[in-house]
């Protein structure tokens, strides 16, 4: 696999100040590349696309809010692109306005919907009835208010941020839950390459059916249940195509070069109408290194006794 240089050029979710750009600069070797800021995830991933950047920076999923659905759904239906490294950051939602602002005095909050919708338990208790303007993201939100340069309207955002635009943190920690995180996916074209098995390791997969029938679901899950693979993300998106058509998104626990995970591939590929390969990569969080490799293990072990039953087949 390609290495991220000096001279990488990476997409990210812009202006200057967003949760992606901190995300970002927390990576020694992607804070060194070459940073082009765009105004939507959607745009990030056109750029990879057509090979305006290297790779791209996206949000994939947030623990309050779930999966990121401009980013999952393109990543599914619009590009050929894979994912390559996964990161994880501690989200901490900032309300950000002009020194001295009081709460009575705010009229309207901007921010991405994601961000508003993290606060709402937050905006319902201290800001009740509050108008909220969707922005494209947290620091494009931050740089609106810096306009206005009024207490009337503030901004959920980052501290960077704040500083970046010359405004103050009025509030901290307005998300409604503690240990909110999201987790971010690099992306690239295939010819960027797989990285090498680490270990610790996830991969991606869509599974599409094709028909919804009784057990089809469970045909699929079965695959995995069978070898042992632990499943870390289930989740069904409509197909675009018709209304009750739907596929899987399925994050598995191990890579695409561990005979396990492979040997399950190649049956999901046999058996489904369609399976789509988002990528395997090195996996953010703690090691679950001992369960695949126990399950590897027991297929070998396995594939070593079937081979031998075969060696007394006659021709």
Avoid at 164 to 177: C, K, P, R, S, W
Avoid at 181 to 192: H, I, Q
Avoid at 282 to 311: M, S, Y
Wanted: hydrophobic share 40%.
């Amino acid at each position: 696999m390609r290495r991220v240089t000096e001279s990488t050029t990476i997409g990210y979710l812009g202006p200057p100040g967003t949760f992606t750009e901190e995300a970002l600069l927390g990576q020694a070797d992607l804070a060194r590349a070459k940073r082009v800021p765009f105004p939507s995830f959607w745009d990030v991933l056109g750029a990879v696309g057509n090979g305006m950047t290297d790779v791209g920076l996206v949000a994939l999923e947030n623990s309050i809010e779930g999966s990121v659905n401009v980013t999952l759904d393109p990543l599914i239906f619009s590009h050929e692109l894979w994912i390559v490294r996964e990161i994880q950051l501690s989200v901490a939602q900032s309300l950000v306005g002009v020194a001295g602002t009081r709460l009575d005095q705010v009229k309207k909050v901007v921010s991405m919907p994601v961000a508003t919708a993290q606060c709402r338990t937050w905006l319902s208790q201290h800001l009740p009835g509050i108008e909220q303007e969707a922005s494209p993201s947290t620091s494009e939100a931050v740089r609106k208010v810096a306009e206005q340069m009024g207490p009337q309207v503030v901004a959920i955002g980052t501290k960077h941020a704040a500083e970046l635009y010359g405004l103050a943190v009025l509030e901290t920690g307005i998300e409604d839950h503690d240990g909110n995180t999201t987790r971010f996916a690099l992306v690239a074209r295939p010819e960027w390459g797989i990285p090498a098995p680490t270990g610790h390791d996830k991969t991606t997969i869509v599974c599409f059916q094709s028909s919804d029938h009784p057990g089809s679901l469970h045909m699929i899950l079965g695959q995995f249940a069978a070898r042992n693979l632990n499943l870390t993300k289930l989740e069904s998106r409509p197909t675009k195509k018709a209304l009750g058509e739907y596929c899987f998104v399925i994050d598995i626990e191990g890579h695409v070069a561990d005979e396990v995970v492979s040997d399950c591939l190649r049956d999901l590929h046999a058996t489904l109408p369609e399976i789509k390969f988002l990528g395997s990569y090195p996996a953010a969080g703690e090691d679950g290194e001992r369960l695949r490799q126990a399950a590897t293990e027991a297929w070998r072990a396995a594939d070593n006794w079937v081979q031998d039953l075969r060696k007394h087949l006659h021709d």
